[in-house]
C-alpha cells in the first residue's frame, strides 16, 4: 500500500509546480505519472530497491553497463514484436544515418517521433568526443537534442534511455507532433539536422489534416511536410520513409515530393534490404536524405546488398553499412550505387532501378530476323512432309 498510495503519488508530484518542463525533477514526475505498479509483491519490491541501491550512478562505467542493458532490452522487447517494437529502430541504421550527416558541436538536432530516442542518442555519442569545454558539454545536454513523443510508454522509454546515457535534461515532449500548424512555424523554430524514422501506414483525420499545405491522411507524407518546414537553412536530414513514398505518384504525394524537388536538395536515397525491421514489420524502406541549400539537380542511390537473408536472430550489422557510408561519403558510382539527373525524373517517381541490373537488350536487324523466320518455315514444312509419309 505505501507504494501505491505514497511512494508512487509523492514521484509523481515532481511534476507540479516545476516550471522547468526539461528538469530532471520534471522528467521523474513524468516517468511516474505515466506509470502504473505492476508488482503485487513486496518482497520482490524490496528485491529490486536493494539492486538499485547497489549501482553507483556517479560512476560511468556502472552508467554506461546499465544503458547497455537497457538497450539490449528495448531491442529484445523489439524483436519480440511486442507493442515496443514499432519505437524501436536499428542501432545499425541510426549509428549510419548519423555517420553520414556527420553533426557538429554547435548543431542542434531533432527528431519528431523519438520513440525510444536511438536517434538523438547515437547523435549524443557522436558529439561527445566533440565537447571538449565546459561550455560545449553544458549546451550538448542541455541544448542541443529536442523532439516529440506521442504515446506515454514510448515517450517513458525514450526519456530513461536519455537519462542512463547521460543526458541531464532530455528535451523531450510528450506530443504528437502533427497536431502543429506548421504554417506558424519560422526559421528560428528549425533545427540544424533532423533524423528520423515516423510512423507510417497511419490514417489521420481532416483536424490533423488542416495543419499541412497539402492535405493527406498518409502519416508519413505529414511528417515529411513536417520535417521540411522544421529543417534550417542550410539544414540537413536523413529521414527513414516506407517505399511507397517514392513510387506513389498520387495527387498528395506528387505535391510534397515536387517541394521537395524545389525547395531541396534531394541528394541521396538509400534503399534498405527486406526485413530490417523484421519481425515487426516487413515493410521495404528507404533512407532519403535532403539538405536545404538548393533545388534537386540529381539523385544518389544506393542500393545495400548484403547478400543474405535478415532474420530475427541475424539482423544487420553496422559492419554490413561500411560500404555504403563509404559510397555515401565519396560520392562514389559503383555496382551498387547510381546517379539519376532530376530532370530523367517523371511524375516524381523516385524507384528507380539499378542500372547494373539492367540486362542489355540486343536487337538485331530486320532482315537478320526475317531469314531466321523462313528458314524456321522451311524446318516446319520439311517436318510436316515427314511426318505424312509416316502416317501413311
Avoid at 507532433?177 to 501506414?201: S, W
Avoid at 560520392?331 to 517517381?349: N, T
Avoid at 540486362?359 to 536487324?365: F, S, T
Wanted: include cysteine; hydrophobic fraction near 35%.
Amino acid at each position: 500500500d505505501f507504494v501505491n498510495t505514497q511512494l508512487f503519488p509523492y514521484l509523481k508530484s515532481f511534476r507540479n509546480g516545476e516550471r522547468n518542463y526539461h528538469s530532471m525533477k520534471y522528467k521523474i514526475g513524468e516517468i511516474f505519472y505515466f506509470l502504473e505498479n505492476r508488482i503485487e509483491n513486496g518482497n520482490t519490491i524490496r528485491e529490486v530497491i536493494n539492486i538499485i541501491d547497489e549501482m553507483n550512478f556517479q560512476s560511468q562505467s556502472d552508467l554506461f553497463e546499465l544503458s547497455k542493458i537497457y538497450e539490449d532490452l528495448l531491442q529484445g522487447m523489439g524483436n519480440d514484436g511486442g507493442n515496443s517494437g514499432e519505437y524501436y529502430t536499428p542501432r545499425a541504421v541510426i549509428k549510419a544515418m548519423v555517420e553520414c550527416l556527420d553533426p557538429k558541436i554547435g548543431e542542434t538536432i531533432y527528431d519528431g517521433a523519438t520513440g525510444s530516442c536511438g536517434f538523438l542518442i547515437e547523435a549524443y555519442q557522436y558529439l561527445r568526443p566533440q565537447a571538449n569545454t565546459t561550455e560545449q558539454l553544458t549546451w550538448l545536454n542541455h541544448q542541443a537534442l529536442w523532439g516529440n513523443e506521442k504515446t506515454p510508454i514510448a515517450y517513458i522509454m525514450g526519456v530513461m534511455n536519455m537519462i542512463l546515457h547521460g543526458i541531464e535534461n532530455p528535451n523531450i515532449n510528450k506530443k504528437n507532433t502533427l497536431v502543429d500548424n506548421i504554417r506558424d512555424f519560422e526559421e528560428k523554430d528549425a533545427y540544424d539536422i533532423i533524423l528520423a524514422n515516423p510512423p507510417f501506414g497511419g490514417k489521420e483525420k481532416d483536424a490533423i489534416q488542416s495543419n499541412f499545405p497539402i492535405k493527406t491522411n498518409a502519416t508519413e507524407m505529414l511528417f515529411l511536410q513536417h520535417f521540411m518546414k522544421r529543417l534550417k537553412t542550410g539544414g540537413r536530414s536523413a529521414i527513414i520513409v516506407p517505399e511507397g513514398v517514392l513510387f506513389n505518384t498520387s495527387n498528395a504525394f506528387q505535391e510534397v515530393k515536387k517541394q521537395l524537388f524545389s525547395d531541396f536538395n534531394l541528394h541521396s536515397i538509400v534503399s534498405l534490404p527486406a526485413g530490417i525491421f523484421l519481425p515487426y514489420s516487413g515493410v521495404k524502406t528507404n533512407i532519403i536524405f535532403f539538405d536545404k541549400t538548393k533545388a534537386t539537380e540529381q539523385i544518389r542511390y544506393y542500393e545495400i546488398d548484403l547478400g543474405r537473408k535478415l532474420t530475427k536472430n541475424k539482423p544487420i550489422t553496422f559492419e554490413e553499412l561500411q560500404g555504403m557510408i563509404s559510397a555515401f561519403k565519396k560520392r562514389e558510382v559503383g555496382p551498387h550505387s547510381w546517379i539519376v539527373p532530376s530532370l530523367e525524373i517523371k511524375d516524381y517517381d523516385l524507384s528507380a532501378k539499378n542500372p547494373a541490373n539492367i540486362k542489355e537488350i540486343i536487337h538485331r536487324a530486320p532482315n537478320e530476323i526475317m531469314e531466321d523466320i523462313i528458314r524456321t518455315n522451311e524446318s516446319i514444312v520439311e517436318a510436316t512432309s515427314v511426318l505424312r509419309t509416316l502416317i501413311k
